[in-house]
């Protein structure tokens, strides 16, 4: 029996390596341990190799051929367990600052396949701060039309801290032109301080009872971007997409919907990514061949809520297929979604008092203006008596 050429290509994809999984944390702690696991599954094939990268650089692999099979590669911030490590799950006990970045897994397998899958992930080192934001340059009094010029400074943290300011418990607008805010410095150790000024004249609103309070907090937003399977389009032959592999290993990811495999200069191109739900809600962006659309392309649809409060993103693209828009005869369109946490830390509450000499000013001008009140009522009192005296001695002579 012969097969025939459709026969065969039915028969590789039915029967070959897929990906099935790449894990890699999104948020890391600094220090903290880490499993990195590739996950796949060989059908019918052989395995040749297992090799994971961190932006592109090898760090490890496996070879089942090998003595040892398992080999490690000196990079910085990878910190590999071989003990505990095996085939493509690695363990790392630590994390640094340099640990952060793109790691991918690629699998491959033996002659006469020669076939490679593979996906990527990133990794995010995060840095809490230490300790709540500081106020600098405080006094404790501060008279009517007195410039009041406050810093808030950060404890050191990965990324970098954003600062804001609140009087009374309301926040100063970020583009007030009370604010001065400049560049984080950054350490050697990979972490960053913010600094942010607050500079105002104070007055009687800014008072009540007597005090004013001024607060400034830190806000660590720990975000972790989730890309979706890439889609390759052609001008001429049927699309190849992604492998079966490459999209399992993107499940989590958002999800294009949308469109056809090919299209002709000219053709109109209506897609649409949607996250996954979460909360708070994915920030979606959409690639044409690795470059991020301009944003006249980008159509933002309605998200999609669901009971429990969550929501799934959903952003469209829409645009006119030019001929810019190949490279070799494909066009290579991605969606990739931010997740986000944020983590809040206050400082303590700085209440300022109105100055006291301006209170005893205005105490004293109360004290003079009843003396004066009172002076007055004492002399209408003494004339009206002395009226009345010279009326009985009149009225006696008269007798």
Sequence with gaps: ????????????????????????????????????????????????????????????????????????????????????????????????????????????????????????????????????????????????????????????????????????????????????????????????????????????????????????????SQAHTLRSEEITITNSTRASAATAGDIDSMKDGPKISGGKNEYQVGETVDVNCTASKSQPPAELHWYINDKEVRSDYLLPRPPIVYPGGEESTVLGLRFEVKSRHFQKSE??????????EVKKMTSEPLEVEIAQQQRSDLHVDQVNAESVQSRSTKCIVSIQVIHCLLLILILWSSL
């Design 1 to 220: 029996m012969s097969l025939n050429r459709k026969d065969i290509s039915d028969s590789f994809v039915t029967f070959c390596l897929k990906l099935r999984e790449v894990s890699v944390p999104a948020v890391v702690i600094k220090g903290d341990d880490v499993w990195l696991n590739c996950t796949y599954d060989l059908e019918k094939e052989t395995l040749y190799s297992i090799k994971w990268h961190k932006n592109n650089v090898e760090f490890y692999r496996y070879i089942p051929a090998d003595h040892p099979p398992g080999q490690k590669y000196e990079l910085e911030g990878i910190h590999i367990d071989l003990t505990r490590s095996n085939e493509g799950n690695i363990y790392m006990p630590t994390t640094d600052v340099n640990s952060e970045g793109i790691y991918r897994c690629e699998v491959s397998s033996e002659a006469p396949i020669f076939r490679t899958v593979r996906g990527e992930r990133e990794m995010r080192i995060y840095v809490n701060p230490s300790t709540k934001p500081q106020i600098l340059g405080t006094k404790p009094h501060y008279g009517i039309g007195e410039t009041v010029n406050l810093t808030c400074k950060s404890a050191p943290s990965r990324p970098a801290a954003f600062l804001k300011w609140l009087i009374n418990g309301v926040e100063v607008a970020p583009r007030s032109n009370k604010l001065y805010r400049p560049q984080p410095v950054e350490f050697p150790a990979g972490l960053f301080t913010s600094t942010l000024v607050l500079t105002f004249p104070a007055t009687h609103e800014h008072f009540y009872d007597g005090k004013m309070t001024v607060q400034c907090e830190a806000i660590i």
């Design 331 to 340: 066009m290579r369109l991605r969606c990739t979604a931010t997740l986000s």
